[in-house]
């Protein structure tokens, strides 16, 4: 057993074992479909892409390490991570944003403060 199953044992956690359960995404609420949502689109709405299946959600940066400019061109909706990845992120000292960037689990733009898992 190593350390992440200690720590994730000592909470009743049980890590994920499969492919499949590695590949989920979480079980989210669609809040925007384009084809009957009217309305304004907002940070945190969650769409399917028709395309692939997969969720994914509307982020606008807030975090104070991107500059106006780049708030604004990374607005956009962003495929979420699955379950595996969000699993890493919750043991490990840095998460992802939805552009990629390492910042701190707890920072406003990861995804882990995004989906509110933290």
Partial sequence: MN??????AAFGYEPIDTQDDYDS???LAVTWDTSKTPGTLKPGDISRDKRTGRLRLYWQPVGGNYTEEEKESLAGFYEIPC?????????DSLALTPSEDCVEPDHPDSWLRLLGMI
């Fill in 83 to 91: 379950m595996g990845e969000l699993e890493e992120m919750t043991f």
């Fill in 25 to 27: 995404q979480p079980d």
């Fill in 3 to 8: 350390g992440i199953d200690i720590a994730a």
